[in-house]
């Protein structure tokens, strides 16, 4: 694996008045795909928060090629290469499929390249390419989840952040988004996945990270974790 592009140091960070996160490292190289699996309230989506600048950090650092990215907002890490597909999607209701994807090429002025980029995800989301004078409120979850991908890779990230992008959809969604996560990895991407379906995750992570009540409690390789059977029992329902 190459250099490592996401680091983060001894992460604290309340939420509501709740200390959601109390201490935590984890790190991302190029070219892995690494998931942070946990229960429901672990703290995983907070951390997910805290990294992309919409929640701010009691303690800790978090790095990005080096260099500190604490205090920086979505925005300036989106030009830096770090992009996000929040928990709920977050997909602009009110405009069409097309203009959704025209929206996560913000930061970039190459009109062909990113009208190549368009073609490339109706590519990867034919679903995308049959609705896409719709408006992105009219579809369904899944198809969200799928739009939401497809507007965060417009960005071209060198990191891509997914949020519990399986959480309420149908088993059929469910494939075709850990299909879709398992692509864009293959592609060059490096990928750092918040997931409750920790089965899934695993079998298509190189590493993964166990949350719980705000700390990680246990890491490695992704295989080795879905066979471990502490991991099964507590969350795989064994």
Known sequence: MGQTLLKVKGLQVAYGGIQAVKGVDL????????????????GKTTTMKAITGTLALQAGDIEYLGQSIKGQG????????????????????????????????YIRSDA?????????????FPRLRERKDQLAGTM???????????????????????????????????????????????????????????????AIADRGYVMDSGLITMSGVGKDMLEDPKVRAAYLGE
């Open 112 to 124: 062909a390249g990113i009208a190549d980029d368009i073609e490339k995800m109706f590519t990867i």
């Open 27 to 42: 790190e991302v190289r190029e070219g892995e795909l690494v998931t942070l699996i946990g229960s429901n309230g672990a």
């Open 140 to 202: 369904s979850g899944g198809e969200q989840q799928m739009l939401a991908m497809g507007r965060a890779l417009m960005s071209r990230p060198k990191v891509l952040l997914l949020d519990e992008p399986s959480m309420g959809l149908s088993p059929i969604m469910v494939d075709k988004i850990f299909e879709v996560v398992r692509d864009v990895y293959a592609q060059g991407v490096t990928v750092l996945l918040v997931e409750q379906n920790a089965s899934r995750a695993l």
């Open 74 to 105: 979505p925005w300036d890490l989106v030009k830096q290469g770090l992009a996000m597909v929040p928990e709920g999607r977050g997909v602009f209701t009110r405009m069409t499929i097309t203009e959704n994807l025209q929206m996560g090429a």
